[in-house]
């Protein structure tokens, strides 16, 4: 009697246990993700409904940021699962320290759209400390400490967090990276108790690094992750290869220096323009292809910085399309991964295969990790389906690797390490799997999520059998 109510209290335990790691899953930002800016400052964009469409079926962009609440694309990205992120703008913040205020722009901007659009966090402003605007920046933590207050209320707090992205601007100094500090008057009076509400209530310190803005003719490989030198920090003793991590690790550095270094830190923006004026330095679509592409890789691959090591970071990239109607110079309205027409700029390996093969002259990535796919007539392949979850892939991944097939390709420093992902491995595995079998519709069915296909998903020296 005592043994079964020990075993029935284990087993009570266990669940509440994996109920919380999976509630902690689903409300928390997912590290190592890539989503992008969806900016709208252009007359020539195609409707937020195909915009949802074209990323969910045809990308694998898991997360939007949005740059206001409006409600089109809100609706239009009902249903999708795609993570979405709204902003309050700048000027509503002095108004949303007053709780009636909050309650209402939750009740008018949240609540008709949640649960059906997955709203996972919600900014309040945008670069604030950089406006040196007294009014906004005293307003600042009070209005995401009241919209927080408001999102209980409506017992939406565990599925929605609130924060706001910094420029590099607040920081004093970054150069080496472990001298990192913020500003002085704004660390203890705004970024102290900013850093305090997020640790309270588990929501990451935003930050929008531009590489691309520090760099110069000398520093461009350093800026891009191309081979280089790299930059040395003489306090650490560490050897920084590319821009990004420097700019990450300075950031560090200043939350350390307040006691705050336990914080997740997310890339709100980042990005690189494919075309720009003459004047400027690596302004092409080939540039602009490396930076993302490498980006995209290394935010996912665990690796981290010198100072986080073995992290991976959520990663938005600037921007979804060129914004024609941006104003300044010529590089500000071509920052987009694609043009209005839904057509990539460049290849950075965003689009599913499927999409790709549909697209003529597709654009072919000058990095040979991101090579247009092959069709073959006659020859199948097995991959995951789209909406197959990462955890039902890794057990495929488990599953195919422990029958004792060849899974050195994707094992670290093998041909399909990268990208390191569940999908890309899983989808090796799968088809090595389909290929040593009879090769019928069901030796490619792995519990309902995996698809037959007959574009090659070779690329690189990564060959796929078949």
């Not at 950031?251 to 350390?256: G, H, P, Q, R």
């Not at 295969?353 to 003529?360: D, F, G, M, V």
């Not at 796919?373 to 199948?380: A, H, M, N, Q, V």
Request: a negative charge; hydrophobic letters at 40%.
């Amino acid at each position: 009697m005592a043994t079964g109510f020990i075993s029935m209290f284990s087993s009570i335990l266990v669940t509440l246990i994996l109920f919380c790691l999976a509630s902690s899953m689903l409300f928390r930002g997912v590290g190592g993700t890539i989503g992008v800016n969806y900016g709208t400052v252009a007359n020539n964009l195609p409707p937020p409904a195909e915009v949802a469409h074209f990323l969910l079926e045809s990308t694998v962009i898991n997360r939007v940021r949005l740059f206001d609440a409006n409600p089109d694309i809100l609706k239009a990205f009902a249903h999708t699962g795609i993570a979405v992120t709204v902003t309050v703008p700048n000027d509503q913040i002095p108004r949303l320290t007053k709780l009636n205020f909050a309650q209402q722009w939750v009740e008018d901007n949240i609540q008709p759209h949640t649960p059906a659009t997955n709203i996972v966090r919600i900014l309040v402003g945008n670069e604030v400390i950089s406006t040196a605007n007294k009014l906004l920046i005293g307003s600042l933590v009070p209005a995401m400490q009241t919209l927080h207050t408001a999102l209980v209320a409506a017992s939406l707090d565990r599925r929605i967090q609130v924060s706001t992205p910094h420029s590099l601007g607040i920081l004093s100094n970054s150069s080496p990276p472990s001298t990192g500090k913020f500003r002085q008057g704004y660390d203890t009076h705004v970024l102290k108790p900013l850093l305090s509400f997020l640790r309270a209530t588990n929501s990451p310190f935003m930050v929008n690094p531009y590489p691309f803005f520090g760099c110069s003719p000398e520093t461009l490989d350093y800026a891009l992750f191309r081979p280089n030198a790299g930059v040395f920090d003489e306090i650490t003793e560490l050897l920084y290869t590319n821009m990004l991590d420097a700019q990450l690790d300075a950031v560090f550095s200043a939350m350390k220096f307040l006691g705050f270094d336990d914080l997740e830190i997310v890339i709100a923006e980042t990005g690189w323009p494919s075309m720009g004026d003459s004047a400027q330095v690596g302004v092409d679509a080939k540039s602009a292809a490396e930076y993302n592409g490498n980006l995209m890789r290394h935010v996912t691959s665990g690796a981290g910085t010198p100072l986080m090591r073995n992290r991976t970071f959520e990663t938005y990239i600037f921007a979804l399309f060129n914004e024609n109607l941006k104003p300044g110079p010529t590089c500000e309205r071509n920052f987009g991964l694609f043009r209005p027409d839904m057509t990539p700029v460049y290849d950075v390996g965003i689009l599913r295969p499927t999409a790709r093969s549909s697209i003529p002259n597709y654009p072919k990535s000058p990095s040979p990790t991101n090579s247009a796919p092959r069709s073959s007539k006659g020859k199948k392949w097995c991959v995951p389906k789209m909406e197959a979850d990462d955890n039902a892939l890794q057990r495929n991944i488990d599953y195919v690797c422990g029958l004792g097939l060849d899974c050195g390709p994707i094992q670290e420093h093998g041909a399909c390490f990268l990208p390191n992902t569940v999908r890309a491995h899983a989808a090796f595995a799968m088809n090595a799997y389909y290929q040593s079998s009879e090769k019928k519709d069901y030796d490619c069915d792995f519990e309902q999520t995996g698809a037959i296909t007959n574009i090659d998903p070779s690329y690189g020296k990564c060959q796929y059998e078949s």
